[in-house]
């Protein structure tokens, strides 16, 4: 007998995926090792299954939380986070500045550490750069 979920879809699949590596609280070293290879796994699929990605989105948020509780990270500054953007990107300040309505002083000032980032500026770099506004400390 098969398990249905309440839209419809059968469950098997993500069962047998939870039977082959289960969905459980990480705390070693060890076991963060079987869980990336296991993301990796999946990642290396042409095409994941609607159960898959279920799993997956689990398994990573599974992930996440280890890493955040034993890898730390400091805020960065804005200057640093902007740099990493624009380098990430491969785009000058002045297609930033001209794309976002930034001014090309203000990046350059921000870049530099004489300034910070106003919120309407987070906003617009955020879509821009489409990342959230969180990766930019306040």
Not at 111 to 119: D, E, F, V, Y
């Amino acid at each position: 007998m098969s398990i249905v979920d309440r839209t419809g879809t059968n469950r098997d699949g993500y069962l047998k995926l939870n039977a082959d590596f289960p969905l459980r609280p990480i705390y070693t070293k060890r076991r963060l090792t079987a869980a990336l290879k296991r993301v990796d796994t999946l990642l290396a699929k042409s095409r994941l299954t609607n159960n898959e990605k279920d799993y997956l989105r689990v398994l990573s948020d599974i992930i996440e939380r280890y890493e955040a509780e034993e890898y730390p990270t400091s805020p960065v500054s804005d200057a640093e986070m902007l740099k990493h953007l624009v380098e990430a990107k491969g785009v000058s300040h002045a297609t930033v500045a001209k794309a976002t309505g930034i001014a090309a002083s203000t990046l350059s000032a921000v870049l530099s550490g004489k300034r910070n980032l106003t919120r309407n500026h987070i906003s617009k770099l955020a879509h821009y750069f489409n990342v959230p506004v969180s990766v930019f400390a306040f």
